[in-house]
């Protein structure tokens, strides 16, 4: 089992950027791909990014080119930058690890392990 802590959440106002942070400890070794995922008020959880070890990476159509996903395999860090936010990008945000590469393609395992979440608010 992988232990993840995000951080990083905050409000800030549209156009704004915001860097979340993802620490995973445990079994870190057996992780092939982490992701970040969100859950938008009364919506369902949504793929975001995710990226290999190898540092190949995939995003939500949503937000190519406005975000960025980063991962630091010998700190066991993964990191979301967000630029240019907007309201539509409020929500919860979850990192996972999981062994499964389908997790690149925003389908997690049932074995993926998810962090606590972080909320961004994005308002003017």
């Known amino acids: 089992q992988v232990q993840l802590v995000e951080s990083g959440g905050d409000w800030v106002q549209p156009g704004g950027s915001l860097r979340l942070s993802c620490s995973a400890t445990g079994r870190s070794f057996s992780i092939a791909v982490m992701g970040w995922y969100r859950q938008p008020p009364g919506k369902q959880r949504e793929f975001v990014a995710a990226i290999t070890n190898e540092g190949a990476a995939n995003y939500a159509s949503s937000v190519k080119g406005r975000f960025t996903i980063h991962r630091d395999t010998t700190k066991n860090m993964a990191y979301l930058q967000m630029n240019n936010l907007r309201s539509e990008d409020t929500a919860v945000y979850y990192c996972?690890?999981?062994?499964?590469?389908?997790?690149?393609?925003?389908?997690?395992?049932?074995?993926?392990?998810w962090g606590q979440g972080t909320q961004v608010t994005v308002s003017s």
């Open positions: 996972n690890a999981d062994r499964s590469i389908n997790n690149l393609y925003g389908r997690p395992s049932e074995n993926a392990d």
